[in-house]
Protein backbone atom coordinates (compact mmCIF):
# COMPACT_ATOMS: atom_id res chain seq x y z
CA UNK A 1 0.00 0.00 0.00
CA UNK A 2 1.55 3.83 -1.34
CA UNK A 3 1.33 6.48 1.25
CA UNK A 4 2.16 8.36 -2.01
CA UNK A 5 -1.74 8.56 -2.80
CA UNK A 6 -3.27 12.36 -2.21
CA UNK A 7 -3.05 15.12 -4.57
CA UNK A 8 -2.02 18.58 -2.82
CA UNK A 9 -5.74 19.91 -2.51
CA UNK A 10 -6.89 16.27 -0.81
CA UNK A 11 -3.87 16.53 1.67
CA UNK A 12 -4.22 19.88 2.54
CA UNK A 13 -7.80 18.96 3.49
CA UNK A 14 -6.92 15.89 5.37
CA UNK A 15 -3.82 17.75 6.96
CA UNK A 16 -5.27 21.04 8.36
CA UNK A 17 -7.81 19.83 10.66
CA UNK A 18 -5.64 16.67 12.59
CA UNK A 19 -2.59 19.32 12.78
CA UNK A 20 -5.16 21.93 14.25
CA UNK A 21 -6.34 19.34 16.89
CA UNK A 22 -2.70 18.21 17.66
CA UNK A 23 -2.13 21.77 18.19
CA UNK A 24 -4.78 21.76 20.81
CA UNK A 25 -3.89 18.39 22.07
CA UNK A 26 -0.25 19.30 22.76
CA UNK A 27 -1.46 23.16 24.14
CA UNK A 28 -3.33 21.06 26.94
CA UNK A 29 -0.74 18.75 28.05
CA UNK A 30 2.42 20.89 27.90
CA UNK A 31 2.48 24.09 30.20
CA UNK A 32 5.82 24.82 28.21
CA UNK A 33 3.83 24.55 24.95
CA UNK A 34 1.19 26.31 25.46
CA UNK A 35 3.03 28.63 26.95
CA UNK A 36 5.25 29.44 23.76
CA UNK A 37 2.07 29.96 21.72
CA UNK A 38 0.45 32.26 24.00
CA UNK A 39 3.67 34.34 23.60
CA UNK A 40 3.72 33.99 19.78
CA UNK A 41 0.20 35.09 19.09
CA UNK A 42 -1.87 31.52 19.02
CA UNK A 43 -4.58 31.90 21.67
CA UNK A 44 -7.07 29.15 22.23
CA UNK A 45 -9.87 29.61 19.46
CA UNK A 46 -7.67 30.92 17.11
CA UNK A 47 -8.97 30.32 13.33
CA UNK A 48 -6.20 28.37 11.13
CA UNK A 49 -7.24 28.54 6.95
CA UNK A 50 -3.90 27.01 5.57
CA UNK A 51 -1.00 24.64 7.18
CA UNK A 52 0.78 27.74 6.47
CA UNK A 53 -0.61 29.80 9.71
CA UNK A 54 -0.21 27.09 12.33
CA UNK A 55 2.51 27.93 14.72
CA UNK A 56 6.08 26.75 14.06
CA UNK A 57 8.49 25.56 16.44
CA UNK A 58 12.38 25.80 15.37
CA UNK A 59 13.46 22.69 15.60
CA UNK A 60 16.80 23.89 17.99
CA UNK A 61 14.03 24.45 20.76
CA UNK A 62 13.98 20.52 21.73
CA UNK A 63 17.96 20.86 22.12
CA UNK A 64 17.37 23.52 24.67
CA UNK A 65 13.57 22.31 26.36
CA UNK A 66 12.30 19.47 27.23
CA UNK A 67 9.10 19.81 25.07
CA UNK A 68 6.93 16.66 26.16
CA UNK A 69 3.12 16.00 26.28
CA UNK A 70 3.18 12.64 28.23
CA UNK A 71 3.86 12.05 32.09
CA UNK A 72 7.37 11.16 32.79
CA UNK A 73 6.20 7.49 33.47
CA UNK A 74 4.68 6.65 30.30
CA UNK A 75 8.06 7.55 28.77
CA UNK A 76 8.69 4.69 26.87
CA UNK A 77 11.87 5.75 24.75
CA UNK A 78 13.80 9.00 24.07
CA UNK A 79 15.39 9.54 20.70
CA UNK A 80 18.38 11.45 20.92
CA UNK A 81 20.16 13.72 17.74
CA UNK A 82 23.52 13.23 16.91
CA UNK A 83 24.71 17.69 16.68
CA UNK A 84 28.62 18.50 16.71
CA UNK A 85 28.44 20.96 19.63
CA UNK A 86 26.99 18.33 22.07
CA UNK A 87 23.76 19.94 22.53
CA UNK A 88 21.46 17.13 21.59
CA UNK A 89 17.43 17.23 20.96
CA UNK A 90 15.72 14.84 23.36
CA UNK A 91 12.31 13.11 21.46
CA UNK A 92 9.76 11.75 24.51
CA UNK A 93 7.79 8.50 22.87
CA UNK A 94 5.19 6.56 24.67
CA UNK A 95 4.77 3.32 23.34
CA UNK A 96 1.80 4.34 21.41
CA UNK A 97 3.85 7.03 19.80
CA UNK A 98 7.05 4.28 19.01
CA UNK A 99 4.10 1.93 17.76
CA UNK A 100 2.40 4.22 15.11
CA UNK A 101 6.33 5.26 13.84
CA UNK A 102 7.60 2.23 12.78
CA UNK A 103 4.03 1.82 11.28
CA UNK A 104 4.18 4.59 9.10
CA UNK A 105 7.86 4.68 8.51
CA UNK A 106 7.16 0.93 7.25
CA UNK A 107 3.95 2.01 5.08
CA UNK A 108 6.39 5.01 3.62
CA UNK A 109 9.58 2.28 2.79
CA UNK A 110 7.50 -0.42 1.06
CA UNK A 111 6.60 1.76 -1.38
CA UNK A 112 9.62 0.93 -3.29
CA UNK A 113 10.62 -2.15 -1.60
CA UNK A 114 6.86 -3.94 -1.74
CA UNK A 115 5.32 -5.88 1.22
CA UNK A 116 8.31 -8.82 1.88
CA UNK A 117 11.31 -8.34 3.87
CA UNK A 118 14.58 -8.69 1.49
CA UNK A 119 18.18 -9.90 2.10
CA UNK A 120 19.54 -7.02 4.15
CA UNK A 121 22.99 -5.41 3.95
CA UNK A 122 23.82 -2.98 6.37
CA UNK A 123 26.53 -0.10 5.70
CA UNK A 124 27.54 0.17 8.99
CA UNK A 125 28.21 -1.28 12.46
CA UNK A 126 25.94 -3.44 14.84
CA UNK A 127 27.20 -1.83 17.86
CA UNK A 128 25.04 1.77 17.07
CA UNK A 129 22.44 -0.17 17.92
CA UNK A 130 23.10 -1.67 21.38
CA UNK A 131 21.26 0.60 23.96
CA UNK A 132 17.63 -0.18 22.74
CA UNK A 133 16.30 2.86 25.44
CA UNK A 134 18.15 5.87 24.18
CA UNK A 135 19.56 6.00 20.22
CA UNK A 136 21.58 8.37 18.63
CA UNK A 137 19.78 9.62 15.15
CA UNK A 138 22.01 7.21 13.75
CA UNK A 139 21.01 4.53 15.72
CA UNK A 140 17.29 5.24 15.67
CA UNK A 141 17.32 5.33 11.69
CA UNK A 142 19.36 1.84 11.47
CA UNK A 143 17.55 0.28 13.83
CA UNK A 144 14.26 1.44 12.33
CA UNK A 145 15.25 0.30 9.28
CA UNK A 146 16.78 -3.18 9.79
CA UNK A 147 13.22 -4.20 10.72
CA UNK A 148 12.25 -4.26 6.81
CA UNK A 149 14.99 -6.71 5.99
CA UNK A 150 15.95 -10.08 6.89
CA UNK A 151 19.41 -12.28 7.20
CA UNK A 152 21.31 -9.26 8.14
CA UNK A 153 24.84 -8.48 7.13
CA UNK A 154 26.66 -5.83 8.85
CA UNK A 155 29.28 -4.00 6.17
CA UNK A 156 31.50 -2.71 9.40
CA UNK A 157 32.68 -4.04 12.30
CA UNK A 158 32.45 -3.41 15.72
CA UNK A 159 35.43 -0.79 15.27
CA UNK A 160 34.00 0.62 11.98
CA UNK A 161 35.79 -0.97 9.97
CA UNK A 162 34.83 -2.34 6.72
CA UNK A 163 34.43 -6.03 6.17
CA UNK A 164 35.52 -7.34 2.21
CA UNK A 165 34.83 -10.78 3.85
CA UNK A 166 30.94 -9.65 4.87
CA UNK A 167 30.05 -7.85 1.87
CA UNK A 168 31.51 -10.75 -0.15
CA UNK A 169 29.49 -13.24 1.71
CA UNK A 170 26.49 -11.21 2.15
CA UNK A 171 26.90 -11.08 -2.04
CA UNK A 172 27.38 -14.82 -2.51
CA UNK A 173 24.13 -15.82 -0.38
CA UNK A 174 21.78 -13.34 -1.85
CA UNK A 175 23.14 -11.26 -4.83
CA UNK A 176 21.43 -13.24 -7.88
CA UNK A 177 17.93 -11.33 -6.52
CA UNK A 178 16.38 -8.26 -4.93
CA UNK A 179 18.26 -7.00 -1.74
CA UNK A 180 18.47 -4.05 0.57
CA UNK A 181 20.90 -1.86 1.33
CA UNK A 182 21.01 0.65 3.25
CA UNK A 183 23.23 3.24 5.21
CA UNK A 184 24.00 7.22 5.51
CA UNK A 185 25.07 8.53 2.45
CA UNK A 186 28.77 9.45 3.22
CA UNK A 187 29.03 6.12 4.47
CA UNK A 188 27.16 4.49 1.64
CA UNK A 189 30.04 5.66 -0.62
CA UNK A 190 33.22 5.28 1.55
CA UNK A 191 32.32 1.96 2.98
CA UNK A 192 30.40 0.57 -0.06
CA UNK A 193 30.63 2.11 -2.92
CA UNK A 194 34.70 2.66 -2.96
CA UNK A 195 34.52 -1.34 -1.71
CA UNK A 196 32.57 -2.71 -4.20
CA UNK A 197 34.53 -0.35 -7.09
CA UNK A 198 37.80 -1.50 -5.78
CA UNK A 199 36.90 -5.03 -6.12
CA UNK A 200 34.77 -5.34 -9.01
CA UNK A 201 31.76 -6.23 -7.08
CA UNK A 202 28.01 -6.83 -8.94
CA UNK A 203 25.56 -4.93 -6.78
CA UNK A 204 22.82 -5.01 -9.72
CA UNK A 205 19.84 -6.83 -7.75
CA UNK A 206 19.85 -3.79 -4.74
CA UNK A 207 17.75 -1.45 -3.72
CA UNK A 208 20.06 1.23 -2.21
CA UNK A 209 17.77 3.27 0.62
CA UNK A 210 20.16 6.13 2.16
CA UNK A 211 20.25 9.66 3.88
CA UNK A 212 22.31 12.66 5.26
CA UNK A 213 26.35 12.95 5.04
CA UNK A 214 26.19 14.78 1.96
CA UNK A 215 28.28 17.72 3.45
CA UNK A 216 31.67 15.37 3.73
CA UNK A 217 30.95 14.38 -0.17
CA UNK A 218 30.71 17.75 -1.48
CA UNK A 219 34.36 18.08 -0.11
CA UNK A 220 34.65 15.07 -2.39
CA UNK A 221 32.74 16.88 -4.95
CA UNK A 222 29.95 14.28 -5.26
CA UNK A 223 26.36 15.37 -5.40
CA UNK A 224 22.78 13.45 -5.85
CA UNK A 225 23.60 12.92 -9.78
CA UNK A 226 27.10 12.02 -9.45
CA UNK A 227 26.05 9.58 -6.84
CA UNK A 228 23.82 7.79 -8.60
CA UNK A 229 25.81 7.96 -11.75
CA UNK A 230 29.15 6.00 -10.22
CA UNK A 231 26.86 3.40 -8.39
CA UNK A 232 25.33 2.56 -12.44
CA UNK A 233 28.27 3.08 -13.87
CA UNK A 234 30.64 1.37 -11.40
CA UNK A 235 28.42 -1.45 -9.44
CA UNK A 236 25.58 -1.50 -11.46
CA UNK A 237 23.10 -0.28 -8.90
CA UNK A 238 20.46 1.83 -10.30
CA UNK A 239 17.33 1.72 -7.78
CA UNK A 240 18.60 4.31 -5.72
CA UNK A 241 16.18 6.17 -3.48
CA UNK A 242 17.39 9.11 -0.95
CA UNK A 243 15.49 10.49 2.44
CA UNK A 244 15.23 13.09 4.18
CA UNK A 245 14.11 13.04 7.32
CA UNK A 246 14.94 14.00 11.09
CA UNK A 247 14.65 12.68 14.96
CA UNK A 248 12.45 15.62 15.25
CA UNK A 249 9.81 14.10 13.42
CA UNK A 250 10.71 10.09 13.66
CA UNK A 251 8.93 8.51 11.75
CA UNK A 252 8.40 10.61 8.76
CA UNK A 253 10.68 9.98 5.71
CA UNK A 254 10.38 12.62 2.59
CA UNK A 255 11.43 9.86 0.28
CA UNK A 256 13.22 9.97 -3.58
CA UNK A 257 11.01 8.83 -6.38
CA UNK A 258 11.33 6.70 -9.34
CA UNK A 259 12.40 10.11 -11.10
CA UNK A 260 15.57 10.04 -8.90
CA UNK A 261 15.88 13.94 -8.62
CA UNK A 262 13.29 15.48 -6.41
CA UNK A 263 12.00 14.11 -2.52
CA UNK A 264 8.04 13.59 -2.15
CA UNK A 265 6.04 14.04 0.70
CA UNK A 266 3.83 11.06 2.16
CA UNK A 267 0.03 11.65 2.80
CA UNK A 268 0.65 11.87 6.24
CA UNK A 269 3.17 15.06 6.29
CA UNK A 270 4.03 17.83 3.61
CA UNK A 271 6.73 20.71 3.27
CA UNK A 272 5.71 24.44 3.98
CA UNK A 273 9.13 26.91 2.28
CA UNK A 274 9.47 30.15 4.00
CA UNK A 275 11.39 32.95 3.28
CA UNK A 276 14.16 33.06 6.07
CA UNK A 277 13.86 37.24 6.26
CA UNK A 278 9.88 37.65 6.91
CA UNK A 279 9.19 34.04 7.39
CA UNK A 280 6.21 34.21 4.49
CA UNK A 281 5.60 31.23 2.52
CA UNK A 282 7.40 30.89 -1.03
CA UNK A 283 5.93 29.70 -4.22
CA UNK A 284 7.71 26.73 -6.14
CA UNK A 285 11.12 27.55 -7.70
CA UNK A 286 11.93 29.94 -4.31
CA UNK A 287 14.28 28.39 -2.36
CA UNK A 288 14.15 28.94 2.02
CA UNK A 289 14.06 27.18 5.05
CA UNK A 290 12.45 24.36 4.90
CA UNK A 291 9.28 23.72 7.95
CA UNK A 292 8.02 20.08 8.09
CA UNK A 293 4.96 19.74 9.28
CA UNK A 294 2.91 15.40 9.84
CA UNK A 295 0.55 14.27 11.78
CA UNK A 296 2.35 11.90 13.51
CA UNK A 297 4.04 13.43 16.55
CA UNK A 298 1.53 12.88 19.31
CA UNK A 299 3.77 12.68 22.61
CA UNK A 300 5.55 15.57 22.06
CA UNK A 301 4.88 19.16 20.14
CA UNK A 302 6.87 18.17 17.31
CA UNK A 303 4.13 18.28 14.41
CA UNK A 304 5.25 21.84 13.24
CA UNK A 305 8.58 22.08 13.18
CA UNK A 306 10.89 25.16 11.16
CA UNK A 307 14.16 23.69 10.40
CA UNK A 308 17.69 25.05 9.93
CA UNK A 309 18.37 23.05 6.16
CA UNK A 310 17.59 24.91 2.89
CA UNK A 311 15.43 23.60 0.50
CA UNK A 312 12.71 24.72 -2.36
CA UNK A 313 10.07 23.07 -3.81
CA UNK A 314 10.00 22.04 -7.70
CA UNK A 315 6.47 21.62 -8.30
CA UNK A 316 3.54 20.31 -7.15
CA UNK A 317 1.26 17.57 -8.70
CA UNK A 318 3.45 17.37 -11.56
CA UNK A 319 5.63 14.49 -10.68
CA UNK A 320 5.95 10.77 -10.53
CA UNK A 321 3.81 10.58 -7.40
CA UNK A 322 1.25 13.21 -5.92
CA UNK A 323 1.92 16.62 -3.95
CA UNK A 324 5.17 18.68 -3.67
CA UNK A 325 8.24 17.48 -5.34
CA UNK A 326 11.37 19.45 -3.47
CA UNK A 327 15.16 19.00 -2.85
CA UNK A 328 16.89 19.90 0.55
CA UNK A 329 19.58 22.61 -0.67
CA UNK A 330 21.88 22.03 2.24
CA UNK A 331 22.25 24.10 5.78
CA UNK A 332 21.34 27.78 7.01
CA UNK A 333 24.62 29.44 6.76
CA UNK A 334 26.04 29.34 10.61
CA UNK A 335 23.74 26.30 11.78
CA UNK A 336 24.93 23.37 13.17
CA UNK A 337 26.16 20.75 10.92
CA UNK A 338 23.57 17.41 11.59
CA UNK A 339 25.23 15.18 12.13
CA UNK A 340 24.52 11.56 11.99
CA UNK A 341 26.91 9.76 9.86
CA UNK A 342 28.63 13.23 8.95
CA UNK A 343 30.03 12.22 13.16
CA UNK A 344 30.93 9.28 12.04
CA UNK A 345 34.54 8.36 13.01
CA UNK A 346 35.96 4.97 11.72
CA UNK A 347 38.55 3.12 9.79
CA UNK A 348 39.73 4.50 6.02
CA UNK A 349 39.16 2.09 3.67
Known amino acids: MSVFTLDQAQKDARLLPRLIELTERHRARGAAYANILAATGHPVGRVYRDTA??????????????????????????????????????????????????????????????????????????????????????????????TFGRDHVWALDDEGRPSLAAVRSFLDAHGDRPFLVFGFTFMVWLYLYELAREHKLDLSNGILIHSGGWKKLADRRVGNAEFRRAFRSDTGLTRIHNFYGMVEQIGVVYLEGPDGDSLYCPDFADVVIRDPDTWEPLPPGRPGLVEVVSTLPESYPGHVLLTEDLGVVHGVDDGSWPGKRFSILGRLPRAEARGCSDTFVGASV
Open 53 to 146: ELPWLPVRLFKTRALKSIPDEAVFKVLTSSGTTGDVSRIYLDKEAAAAQTRMLGATIQTVLGPRRLPMLVVDTKAIIKDRRSFSARGAGVLGMV
